[in-house]
């Protein structure tokens, strides 16, 4: 078929001899709405017409067996290395066509064989041989469907941490290299920002480990809501989270996490006035950085937030 294609698009006299004298097939050519552009002699012949019925809709010409519109049964013929036959019933006769669709340039290109038998039975059987057909095609479409569904919730359950709804380590790993050498190739500036809840342990010893999760749970969604749609927030292991922000210099993220820290300071978590507050590190991208350079600066800043008093953000 494909070289059929090629042979009908690119040899435009050999198209119109072949669409003028052939009587063997019969052979359309339609537009990428289906209409009629060119086709042999034998169709107009079929048809009883004295020219070719150009313009008029292949669905009012050609009859699905299987009572489904036109559109729909020629998608299971066409874009495909090994295409699908479909049986049609000439139009206002019982004469059938097993035709092949396929893709050209300028729209479709359908390949018709006729059938020659009429009988009955025979007519029944292959309604019923296209019906199951056509039904296999759509179970098909909604298994490949639901699979696509199914690997794009396993890939997110894969990237994300199952407490927070954040991004997890291993998924911002997989990101931060590709950051990186963008950052360096377009010599745009990104930065991180290394986060550590202060006194953390204190609270699930004091409160238990529900009033810990319920920290972690609204930490992360204060850290979501600060974030523009291009950062990426992760739950980098415990009560540690990280922001990965490009075209971002370190004061620039300075700004965003200080905005972090003194939101965390006025929310009342608990409900009884005892405040959460973090402790941040800031790193932005050199150009020697490795993977493991840029995240240690952003460690030995918050290292350094820490020494100092805690709730407070340094750059590193």
Known sequence: MKQLDRLISNNPAVTALFLNKSTTVTVIIAD????????????????????????????DILFPLNDTAFEETAVASKGSDNPVPQIFRLAYSRVLYRCFISDIDEGYLLFGEHIESTDNDALDGMTLLNNELANIIRELGKKNRELEEANKKITELIRTDHLTGLANRRYFQERLGEAMSLAL????????????????KSVNDTWGHDSGDLVLREFAALVRG?????????????????????????????????????????????GNDYRITVSIGIAELGSADTQD???????????????????RVVIG
Not at 32 to 59: M, W
């Open 185 to 200: 190739r377009r010599n745009n500036p990104l930065s991180v920002a290394l986060a550590d809840l202060d006194f953390f």
């Open 226 to 270: 600060e974030c523009r749609q291009e950062d990426l927030a992760v739950r980098f292991g415990g009560e540690e989270f990280l922001i990965l922000m490009p075209q971002t210099t370190a004061e620039q993220a300075r700004v965003l996490a200080e905005r972090i820290r003194q939101r965390l300071e006025t929310l009342n978590i608990l």
């Open 32 to 59: 990428r709405n289906y209409r009629v552009a060119d086709c042999t002699k034998s169709l107009t012949t079929a048809l009883h017409l004295s020219e070719k019925p150009v313009g008029v809709f292949l669905g």
């Open 293 to 311: 350079a840029l995240l240690k600066r952003a460690d030995v800043a918050l290292y350094r937030a820490k020494e100092e008093g805690r709730n």
